[in-house]
C-alpha cells in the first residue's frame, strides 16, 4: 500500500522561504508525477506542480516565479520550495501521487495517494 | 485557466436519496475529470477518472458522467458515510484546477 508523509514547518514569518518534504514508501517512485497542492477557505483547492522523473517540473503560472518542486529518487522523497511566502499563502499543504490510468486510449492521471497535509501558516 | 465551475455548493439529503453534482468546465476538456471525495480534517480520497471511471475499490452507488464542458456525479442511494464534500478536477491543461466543492449534508 502506498504511503505518503509530509513534514516541515507550520509556522512562517512573511518573506521567508516554505520547505515542505513528502516520503513515498512502497509503490514504484519512477513512472508517476509527484504532486503538491494546497487547500485553503479562500482559495479552494490549487493545485501548485508536479514532477516527473526526468522531465522539468510543471508550475502553476499563479506561484511559478516562487516555487520550485524538486526529487531525490533514491531516498524516494520529492520537496516543495516556495520562496517570499505572504500571509496568503497561509493553507494546508499536501503533497499527492499523479498516477497514470488507461482508459479507451488514453492515459488518465488523477491524484490517487495523498499525504496527510501540513498546515502552514505565514504571520508576522 | 481552465474555471471548474461545481453547483450546488452544498446540498442537504437523507440516508438513501439519490444525489447529483454537476461540474462544469470553461472550456472542452474532454473526459480529463476526475472526482474526489474530502472528509473534514483528511485529505481527498480519489473516486473516479475519465470521467466516469470508478477507482478500484468505490462502491458501484456512485457514478460519473459527461464530457466535453459538462459532467455529473450521482450517488445512488445515499449511505451515512458519502456524507462529505466532493470536487471535480480536471487534468487536460497545466494548471490542473478544481471546482469548488459540493458539500453533501445530513438533511
Known amino acids: 500500500q502506498v504511503h505518503l508523509h509530509q513534514w516541515g514547518a507550520g509556522l512562517l514569518k512573511p518573506s521567508e522561504t516554505l520547505s515542505l518534504s513528502c516520503n513515498v514508501s512502497?509503490?514504484?517512485?519512477?513512472?508517476?508525477?509527484w504532486t503538491w497542492l494546497r487547500q485553503s477557505s479562500g482559495r479552494g483547492l490549487e493545485w501548485i506542480g508536479e514532477?516527473?522523473?526526468?522531465?522539468?517540473?510543471s508550475y502553476n503560472p499563479s506561484v511559478e516565479s516562487r516555487v520550485t518542486i524538486s526529487q531525490d529518487k533514491s531516498k524516494r522523497r520529492f520537496f516543495l520550495e516556495m520562496r517570499s511566502v505572504t500571509a496568503a499563502d497561509t493553507a494546508i499543504y499536501y503533497c499527492a501521487r499523479g498516477g497514470e490510468y488507461y482508459n479507451s486510449g488514453t492515459y488518465y492521471k488523477p491524484l490517487d495517494y495523498w499525504g496527510q497535509g501540513t498546515p502552514v501558516t505565514v504571520s508576522s | 485557466d481552465i474555471q471548474m465551475t461545481q453547483y450546488p455548493s452544498s446540498l442537504s439529503a437523507s440516508v438513501g436519496d439519490r444525489v447529483t453534482i454537476t461540474c462544469r468546465s470553461s472550456q472542452n476538456i474532454g473526459k480529463f475529470l476526475n472526482w474526489y471525495q474530502q472528509k473534514p480534517g483528511k485529505a481527498p480520497n480519489f473516486l473516479v477518472f475519465a470521467a466516469s471511471v470508478l477507482h478500484t475499490g468505490v462502491p458501484q452507488r456512485f457514478s460519473g458522467s459527461g464530457s466535453g464542458t459538462e459532467f455529473t456525479l450521482t450517488i445512488s442511494g445515499l449511505q451515512p458515510e458519502d456524507f462529505a464534500t466532493y470536487f471535480c478536477?480536471?487534468?487536460?491543461?497545466?494548471?490542473?484546477?478544481f471546482g469548488q466543492g459540493t458539500k453533501v449534508e445530513v438533511k
Open positions: 512502497d509503490g514504484s517512485f519512477s513512472g508517476y508525477y
Open positions: 478536477q480536471q487534468t487536460h491543461n497545466v494548471p490542473h484546477t
Open positions: 514532477i516527473y522523473h526526468g522531465r522539468r517540473a
